[in-house]
Structures are given as structure tokens and as C-alpha cells.
């Protein structure tokens, strides 16, 4: 078999835990398969390096700043290879661009546009280990180094797995699968032996970062066998992300999402003219700026208010391109002391009641929902950051997902 594993920031935390995903190789190598690993910066690492570029900049070039941070990558891919050599195994690092990973230009957020496999591929009939160094790639024109956007070495693993055709594509990380909730909020959480991509998508997408959205995305386009475990209990067997199809149970509720990494964008007293949506979302969509949840309130006197939330990484951005507006518009204002806690499960396509039974929960811990979205399988609230914790806890009882 081949095998694309894939192994997180505290996973290679330290040298010891560098020489643990070692040993974790080792071990599938000696049962036969063959491995192509990918492997994040050190924890710490990628947030460290932007700190740095901060004491500068709050606005560097993003092309510096994919120059910075592919470092941290490159140093474990190093490391870990030199570990297994070490152990008389034949490995080799890659750079993203020696492995054939070719991106748009949208530094700090690349896209992928293809993978040239020719060189893994000849490595691997050597009779090597590659491993490769995660979250980065080459643009194709410039051929300067960009990265995938945060998380972005769960892409790497999963599109490298679908344009090799791996067997399987496993992500190693620091709990040994996906949970209803993230465990560190509600211990109560239970392990999920399979999920369905769609569901995996949405809590990926809502903020459950176990998993990154983009890489669901390309796993469920590409069909990847893709499965979530432990680096640090790696005999237990982990979760399977799969079709709908192969998962006999559908629960209504499968599993509840936390982002705090949100920031609510409040425009007052905006002129309600036609096409004024369609000037600030484009002008949003030209800066590379991801908007999430909009709310446009019915409009009196010729005015209107809006509402929508985007990533706290794009706020300076969003900020700039808020000033063209400006002349339109009475206030604008920002609340970054929000959060949003959304409920996912494609049961949720046949069942009625789902949704109030949400705001109840809310309602009974005095938590006041700012603004709420929904689609076929999810239910999103936008609440004060503060309660947080709070309100999924509340909703993960609520949904019996303890039981
Ligand atoms: P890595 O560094 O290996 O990429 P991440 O920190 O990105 O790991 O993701 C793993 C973390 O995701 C876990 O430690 C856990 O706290 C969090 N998490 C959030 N939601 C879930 C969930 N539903 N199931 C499991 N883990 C989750
Ligand atoms: N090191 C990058 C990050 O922290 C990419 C990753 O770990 O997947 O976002
Ligand atoms: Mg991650």
C-alpha cells in the first residue's frame, strides 16, 4: 500500500516527539507499505515567526510573509528525515515545490492547481521515505514560495494522496479522532468511528480546526480515503471521513463547531441603493477577503444596516477596503469579543425541530443569539465571546450527543 500520513504542529512539537513519528514510521515501513509523510512547523512555530514579521509590519508583503513562514515546515521535514536515516532508513525531505506542489499567487492562501508527482514518484521507486514539507508550494509564474493558508499541511497530505493515488491518507494529530465537540471544551465528547465528508466540512468550516476545510473539501472532490488519529496513541484506530453512503446511522445532530476567530462587521445608516451589496461583497471578494454570515436589515428612509462576520486574519485588510464606503455609510463598527457556535448534522435535511431546540438551549443559559444562519445540514449563532464554552456545552446536552 501507499500511504500519505500527515503528522500536526505538537506531533513534532519537540525532538522527542520528532523521533516518535519516527518510530511511527519505522513501523509502518517494516509492515511493507510505502510512505510519503507530511509534516507541520514545531507548535508555536508558525505563530512565532508572525509575530516577528509584526514587530515590523502590520501590513508586510505577503510574499515575505510565505518566505517566513514555509520555514517552519522545512526544518521538521529536515529533522524528521535525518531521524530516520539515522534508524537505517531511506528517507528524503522535500521542499513543497520538490514535491511538484504548483499554486496560484494569492500568498498566505494559496490555491493548488496541480501537483507534479514525477519526482515523488521516482524517490519512491528508490525505495525511499519522502517527507515533505507541509503548507507550502510554488507559484507557478513567479516561482516564489507561497503557502496554503493556516492549517494548510492537511491540504498538502490530502491533495499529494489524490494526485498519487495513495490507498489511504492519514492525519496524525493530538486526540485520537473526531469528536462530537472538541474534547477540550466538553470531556463529555464521544469519538466518531465514521463521519460523512459533508459533515466533516461544515464543523472543519465552522471552526472545529482538527481537520482543515480546504483539505475536506479536495478529500471529498478527489474521493481520499481519509482517516483522523493520534501520533500519540497510535495503535488506536482513529475516524474514517467517508460518503454519506457508507455510514448506516445518521444521526440527526452529528457534532457541534466553535470560531473564535471571527470579528462582526456592523455598516449603520448605509444609502439603500441597488447594487450597493454588490459593491462592498465585491470589493470584499476582490481583497481575498472569505465573508461569512450577512445580514441586511429591511431598509427605512433610504437607509439601510448590514451586517457580516469575517476571519480575524483578514480584519486590517477588511479595514482598508471599509474606507471606500465610508462616504455611504453613517457608522461602521467592529466587535471582535464575538464567537460562533453552529450545530451540524445531515439528519438535520429530515427533521423538524432541530433549530428551536438550539435556541431553547441558548435561551435557558440567559445567552442572547445575535444573528443566526442556517443551511440544509447546520445551524450557525453568532453569540458574545463569553459565552463560548458555555453555549456548546449547553448544546451538545441538548442534543443527547453525550449519550
Ligand atoms: P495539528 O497541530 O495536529 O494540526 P490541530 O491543533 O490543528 O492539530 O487540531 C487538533 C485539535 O482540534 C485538537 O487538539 C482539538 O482540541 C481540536 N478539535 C476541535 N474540534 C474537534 C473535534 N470535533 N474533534 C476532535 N478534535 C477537535
Ligand atoms: N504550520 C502551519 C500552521 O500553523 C500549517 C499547519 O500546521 O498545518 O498553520
Ligand atoms: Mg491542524
Known sequence: MLKVLKFGGTSVGTLDR?????????????????????????????????????????????????????????????????????MGLK???????????????????????????????????????IIVAGFQ????????????????????????????????????????GIYTT??????????????????????ASLGAKVLQNRSVEMAKKLNVNLVSRSSFTPE???TLITKEENIMEKPVVSGIALDKNQVRVGMYGVTDRP???????????????????????VGVDGKTDLDFTIPKTDWEICKTVMEKFRPETENIDYNEKICKVSIVGVGMKSHTGVASKAFTA?????INIRIISTSEIKISMIIDEKYAE??????????????
Open 182 to 203: 472538541d474534547p477540550r471544551i466538553e470531556p463529555k465528547a464521544k469519538k466518531l468511528e465514521k463521519i460523512s465528508y459533508d459533515e466533516m466540512l461544515e464543523l
Open 390 to 403: 458555555l453555549a456548546v456545552r449547553a448544546l451538545h446536552e441538548a442534543y443527547d450527543l453525550d449519550k
Open 236 to 238: 488506536v484506530e482513529g
Open 362 to 366: 441558548l435561551a435557558n443559559e440567559n
Open 18 to 86: 520528532i523521533q516518535n513519528v519516527a518510530n511511527i514510521i519505522k513501523k509502518i515501513r517494516d509492515e511493507g507499505h510505502d510512505v510519503i509523510a507530511v509534516v507541520s512547523a514545531m507548535s508555536g512555530e508558525t505563530n512565532k515567526l508572525i509575530e516577528y514579521a509584526e514587530y515590523y509590519s502590520k501590513t508586510p508583503k505577503l510574499d515575505e510573509i510565505d518566505m517566513l513562514l514555509s520555514s517552519g515546515e522545512r526544518v521538521t521535514s529536515a529533522l524528521l528525515s535525518i531521524a530516520l536515516n539515522e
Open 137 to 176: 508550494g510554488v507559484v507557478q509564474d513567479s516561482l516564489r514560495v507561497s503557502t496554503l493558508g493556516r492549517g494548510g499541511s492537511d491540504l498538502t497530505a490530502v491533495a499529494i494522496a489524490g494526485a498519487i493515488e495513495a490507498d489511504v491518507c492519514e492525519i496524525y494529530t493530538d486526540v485520537d
Open 91 to 129: 528517507a528524503t525531505s522535500m521542499s513543497g515545490r520538490e514535491a511538484g506542489i504548483v499554486t496560484d499567487n494569492a500568498h498566505t492562501k494559496a490555491r493548488i492547481e496541480h501537483i507534479d508527482t514525477t519526482g515523488m514518484k521516482k524517490a519512491i521507486k528508490e525505495g525511499n521515505i
Open 275 to 297: 447594487g450597493i451589496a454588490s459593491a462592498i461583497f465585491t470589493a470584499l471578494a476582490d481583497a481575498n477577503i472569505n465573508v461569512d454570515m450577512i445580514v441586511q436589515t
